[in-house]
């Protein structure tokens, strides 16, 4: 029973981007959204997310984790509620922020649950697969129900769709769930907290204004270097700090380093790619939302059915070769679809898209499992934290540098097409505002308005590729890095192995940050 209300729940955080992505063109042209405005609408929540999860992570282990899950969901339902009924961009964009806050509450707090339930790895493995089937399940359903949703109402219908599904998870948390804490209760690391948002803050907000402000002026590079400076300050004052937000401890054990960097590394390239395949189904292949839907099935099933193989597998072979083999699964799949074009067949893109889905289980599970088997029960909340930030970290960043990297192509092919001055610069903001306007100027422009909507297309699908190709070496660097740097198994070091190259089972060892004061309170 505990363990389904956390799939709800992780389903309830998961499925508020899939769905959101499948509205991205309806938005546009709703709410007149631009794909620098449709750029933060979902890295708005990403964003938020990411830079919270990690405080939230360990004021849950001090104050109790089920209050932080019940208060995460009450809040998750109002900003819900509150964003379907926005009128502008700007409006949604902050009510999506206030999601994600909600979002950073929740999410750790269901793995650090599920990690004080399950405390025998073979039941934590079986655990730690079916929550990792319920993001798939949050792939599928989001764009299905969302295409549903808003075949029939308006976009604010999928916002309320979510503001339901967290209601009835709050219910049954209620009910079922029980509360763990840290015996400890360390203070709140303040500085950490400030250090960490700033650096996300910056290093993100950068990444989306870069292709209006150009890749190489002063206000991107500055942006960029004050970024790294904000990293580099935060982690060491994290390592000089008693009590810190982020233990950078952690990321001296290989296991946790290295699995965290392949977690960053899938959801960087699965985010990019959802938010771009979104709009190529509507706007270049000019299906409907709930065709699209349907569509993106595929990925979504074969991510639930690697979830569950990918942690027993590693438990057998060892989470090097499981993980590595998920991040060139990615990187296959995306070299595929960066041969994708306007006219290319279904079939082919089902066959991108099972690549996809198969390497985001294989890597994401185990992946998950290794972060989590390093870390003591009482430290839970930091470790799932940590987990999390690097899915959102990677995800925030995925849709801002695969994003802009795909809209600054897009721009360039649309300045060498010679567009009509007058509907240039507003073709300029994105795809759909290009189709809209060849739509709506058709009788005014005629042939130069099926020029622009070849145009954008072109442009679009150049784009596209960029990014698909971006994503792939992204996962194909990850996977090496794997290969070097991740053990096997916990305990033991990256390049031990035994007969024919599968790792040896290993010595138990000892948790990172356990104290040997027993079970959690």
């Keep these: 029973m505990v363990l389904a209300v956390l799939c709800s729940a992780v389903f309830v955080v998961n499925v508020s981007t899939t769905i959101v992505n499948i509205a991205l063109p309806s938005l546009v042209t709703d709410l007149g959204a631009s794909t620098r405005e449709l750029l933060w609408i979902v890295d708005a929540f990403n964003l938020a997310f990411a830079t919270l999860v990690l405080a939230a992570g360990s004021l849950s282990d001090r104050f109790g984790r089920r209050r932080f899950l019940i208060g995460g969901l009450a809040l998750f339902l109002v900003s819900s509620v509150a964003g379907a009924w926005s009128q502008e961009p700007d409006t949604l964009i902050a009510w999506r922020a206030l999601g994600g806050v909600a979002a ?38 989001g764009p299905v129900v969302g295409g549903a949703l808003l075949e029939t109402f308006w976009w604010g219908s999928i916002l309320l769709f979510l503001g339901a599904a967290a209601l009835v998870t709050l219910v049954a948390a209620c009910w079922v769930v029980p509360d763990s804490r840290d015996p400890a209760t360390p203070p709140l690391d303040v500085g950490g907290l400030l250090l960490s948002m700033i650096a996300l803050g910056v290093l993100v907000y950068t990444i989306i204004e870069a292709p209006d402000h150009g890749w190489a002026s002063a206000p991107t590079i500055t942006g960029f270097v004050l970024a790294l400076v904000a990293l580099a300050v935060f982690a060491a004052k994290e390592f000089r700090t008693r009590y810190p937000m982020l233990d950078v401890r952690l990321f001296g054990n290989l296991r946790f380093t290295a699995a965290s960097g392949a977690i960053t590394a899938a959801f960087f390239a699965l985010f990019g790619f959802i938010f771009l395949v979104t709009q190529y189904f509507q706007f270049v292949r000019d299906y409907g939302a709930l065709e699209t839907g349907v ?31 998920g991040l060139l699964s990615l990187s296959a799949g995306f070299v595929w679809a960066a041969t994708m074009g306007v006219g290319t067949g279904y079939h082919e893109i089902v066959g991108t898209m099972i690549f996809l889905g198969t390497g985001m289980g294989l890597t994401s599970a185990p992946a998950t499992e290794a972060i989590m088997g390093v870390v003591s029960p009482d430290k839970a909340g930091m470790g799932s934290a940590v987990n999390d930030a690097t899915r959102e970290l990677g995800g925030t960043l995925g849709v801002a540098v695969i ?91 990256a390049s031990k192995s035994g007969p024919h190259g599968v790792a040896q089972a290993p010595a138990p060892a000892d948790r990172i940050g356990s104290r040997g004061n027993g079970p959690d309170v």
Excluded at 297 to 314: D, F, Q, Y
Aim: glycine content about 10%; hydrophobic content about 50%.
């Design 104 to 141: 950073a509450v929740v999410y750790p707090v269901t793995l650090s649950i599920l990690t004080n339930v399950f405390t025998e790895r073979t039941e934590r493995v079986k655990a730690i697969g079916l929550w990792g089937a319920a993001t798939g399940m949050s792939v599928a359903v």
């Design 295 to 325: 569509r993106m099935l595929p990925v979504a099933g074969t991510i639930a059915v690697s979830s569950l193989i990918g942690p027993r597998l590693a438990v057998r072979v060892g989470s090097k070769v499981v993980v590595a083999l």
């Design 403 to 493: 994003g802009s990297i795909a809209l600054s192509v897009y721009r360039d092919r649309l300045d060498s097409a010679q567009i009509p001055e007058p509907v240039a610069e507003p073709a300029r903001e994105s795809v759909g505002a290009a189709l809209e306007i060849s739509r709506a100027a058709g009788a005014t422009l005629g042939d130069a308005a099926t020029g622009l909507a070849e145009a954008a297309r072109s442009g679009f699908m150049d784009g596209f590729s960029t990014g698909c190709l971006v994503a792939g070496a992204v996962t194909a660097v990850a996977a090496v890095l794997t290969l070097i740097y991740l053990p096997a198994h916990p305990g033991e070091p």
